[in-house]
Nanobody, 124 residues
């Protein structure tokens, strides 16, 4: 049974930083691609960043240059370093996993496995 558990969310002022973590179990981590998504109230879920098993990554235009996705295969853990946070980054952030997919589809929200989410709130 695949489980994804996010942590690291919280409240921060604009310009601040947070690092989200997602620990995976029940899967051969290195054979999966992983992604971070977010959803604000009343909005659709959107892809933030994704990474293939070979390390290639992709970012939404709104977070390029501010967010960095990384992973530690030995710890089965995915990270999202978020810098220069803006109030519009406020959302519930979700970790997702899937068997391998094309790079161009990394930010599409049709992953098979999802975590419960961690709230990020950025105040102005």
């Amino acid at each position: 049974q695949v489980q994804l558990v996010e942590s690291g969310g919280g409240s921060v002022q604009a310009g601040g930083s947070l690092r989200l973590s997602c620990t995976a179990s029940g899967l051969i981590y290195r054979r999966y691609c992983m992604g971070w998504f977010r959803q604000a109230p009343g909005e659709v879920r959107e892809g933030v960043a994704g990474i293939l098993s070979d390390g290639r990554d992709a970012y939404a235009n709104s977070v390029k240059g501010r967010f960095t996705i990384s992973q530690d295969n030995a710890k089965n853990t995915l990270y999202l370093q978020m810098n220069s946070l803006k109030p519009e980054d406020t959302a519930m952030y979700y970790c997702a996993a899937d068997t391998e997919r094309s790079w161009w589809s990394l930010l599409l929200p049709n992953y098979n496995y999802w975590g419960q989410g961690t709230q990020v709130t950025v105040s102005s």
